[in-house]
């Protein structure tokens, strides 16, 4: 099915540069489901913090898409910053002298979130969702980065979804960027 008729029967996706309390705090529990096993699983912090979560809604440089169903019932969301700057766990030097073009026009942009209800999961809604987000990125001529721990590469395959999403309405160039590997050392005295 296209994803225009697609959208016509399931609901649509909306491009908002903030989000009022009431939603945010519904998205807020969404994310929570979402990124919650993930603190078992990445030795890093894959998530926002409550307070960091609820200025991002506010914070006008951070794109929201959402998806809205046929009854305005909110199903998903797709949190892209479009300032480096209000990403505090990348290095923005690296991006620029990466990307220098992109960089120079303010078109580089970083992928915090992803998210679908419980309720809306294994339907359309993710795909609908990057599907919205390509076409914005490819609009701009920009580069869109997010990073992913290891489950979500190795498991749920998010870069490979994401790019076979994006191919259908754009073209790219994937890019893996760089791999981080921690360690532990238990140590124990002798006896």
Not at 28 to 33: A, E, I, N, S, W
Not at 47 to 72: N, Q, Y
Not at 142 to 168: G, L, Q, W
Request: charged fraction near 30%.
């Amino acid at each position: 099915m296209s994803s225009i008729l697609e959208r016509v029967r399931v609901g649509r996706v909306e491009q908002r540069r903030t989000v009022p309390p009431d939603l945010a705090q519904v998205f807020l529990g969404v994310y929570r489901d979402a990124f919650t096993p993930l603190e078992q699983l990445s030795p890093t912090r894959q998530a926002l913090s409550d307070e960091e979560f609820l200025a991002a809604m506010d914070d006008r440089s951070v794109v929201k898409f959402i998806g809205l169903d046929r009854a305005d019932e909110p199903c998903a969301m797709v949190m892209m910053a479009t300032d480096l700057k209000q990403v505090p766990w990348i290095s923005v030097p690296y991006y620029a002298a990466r990307f220098p073009k992109q960089h120079r026009r303010g078109a580089i942009y970083y992928v915090e979130a992803m998210l679908v209800r419980a309720r809306s999961q294994g339907g359309p809604w993710a795909r609908l969702m990057l599907e919205e987000l390509a076409a914005a990125v490819a609009r701009d001529r920009a580069v869109a980065a997010f990073d992913c721990c290891n489950y979500t590469v190795d498991v749920a395959k998010v870069p490979e979804m994401f790019a076979r999403v994006a191919r259908r309405v754009c073209d790219l160039d994937p890019i893996e960027l760089d791999r981080q590997h921690y360690y532990g050392y238990v140590f124990e005295e002798r006896p």
